[in-house]
C-alpha cells in the first residue's frame, strides 16, 4: 500500500470521527434540554431549540454525504467493486454507480477530504438547561 493511500485511510478516519463528534455533540442537547423539559415540565415550542436542531442536523446529513462519496472514492482507489459498495449500501449495483460514479472517479484520484465546518459544533446548553 502506497504512503498516499495510508494517508488517505487515516485522513479519512479523523473525518469520520469528526462527523460522530458532531453529532454525538447534538444528540447530548438533546439529551440535556429533554431533561429540563421533563424535569420542570416545560411545554416544547416553537421557542426551543428545534430550528438550530433542524439546521445542524441539516448541515450533519450534508457533511455525511459528502464523506460517503469521498469513502466510495477511496474504495473505488482500492479496486472495490461497484457489486460490494452497492451491497454495503443495500441498493444495486446501478443504483450506486448512478450515484456516486462521477464523484468517485474524481475523488479517487485526489484522496479528497470531507470536512466537518466548525459552525457545526454545538454550543454550550443556554440559560435554564443543565
Known amino acids: 500500500m502506497s504512503g498516499t493511500h495510508r494517508k488517505a485511510l487515516h485522513v479519512h478516519a479523523e473525518s469520520v470521527a469528526s462527523l460522530g463528534s458532531a453529532y454525538a455533540g447534538l444528540a447530548e442537547r438533546h439529551r ?10 416545560e411545554p416544547v415550542t416553537a421557542a426551543s431549540e428545534f430550528g438550530e436542531w433542524i439546521f445542524r442536523t441539516g448541515e450533519l446529513a450534508a457533511a455525511a454525504e459528502r464523506l460517503l462519496a469521498l469513502e466510495i472514492g477511496l474504495a ?6 461497484w ?3 452497492a451491497g454495503a449500501l443495500g441498493v ?7 450515484r456516486f460514479a ?18 457545526l459544533a454545538v454550543p454550550p446548553p443556554s440559560k435554564g438547561v443543565s
Open 83 to 85: 457489486d460490494t459498495i
Open 92 to 98: 444495486s449495483r446501478q443504483a450506486a454507480w448512478k
Open 102 to 119: 462521477r464523484r468517485s472517479s474524481a475523488d479517487a484520484n485526489s484522496f479528497a477530504v470531507a470536512t466537518i465546518p466548525d459552525s
Open 32 to 41: 440535556a434540554v429533554a431533561d429540563v423539559v421533563c424535569r420542570e415540565n
Open 76 to 81: 473505488r482507489g482500492f479496486g472495490i467493486t
